[in-house]
Nanobody, 119 residues
Framework: QVQLVESGGGLVHTGGSLRLSCVTSGLTVSTYTVGWFRQAPGKEREFVAA????????NYADSVKGRFTISRDNAKNTVCLQMNSLKPEDTAVYYCAARRRYLAKYEHWGQGTQVTVSS
């Protein structure tokens, strides 16, 4: 059974940093493309960042470029999202997701972790 469990969310002031972690089980994370998404209250879920299965490429939403970094620790089957220079508009529930490299849609999702940035 595949599980993704996020942690690391919390309350931070504008300009602060947080590091989100996503511990995976039931899959070999090095063979999956992994991503982070977020959903703010009253808004649809949106893409934040992705890391290709072979680490050949990363992709970021324009709103987080230069501030967020996605990474993976294959030995720990963990995916991380380092978030710096946080803004109030980054407030959302953050979800990690994984998909096999030949699939277009993400097939596994975590339960989410809340990030709140105060002004």
């Amino acid at each position: 059974q595949v599980q993704l469990v996020e942690s690391g969310g919390g309350l931070v002031h504008t300009g602060g940093s947080l590091r989100l972690s996503c511990v995976t089980s039931g899959l070999t994370v090095s063979t999956y493309t992994v991503g982070w998404f977020r959903q703010a209250p009253g808004k649809e879920r949106e893409f934040v960042a992705a890391l290709w299965w072979n680490d050949s490429n990363t992709n970021y939403a324009d709103s987080v470029k230069g501030r967020f970094t996605i990474s993976r620790d294959n030995a720990k089957n963990t995916v991380c999202l380092q978030m710096n220079s946080l803004k109030p508009e980054d407030t959302a529930v953050y979800y990690c997701a994984a998909r096999r490299r030949y699939l277009a849609k993400y097939e596994h999702w975590g339960q989410g972790t809340q990030v709140t940035v105060s002004s």
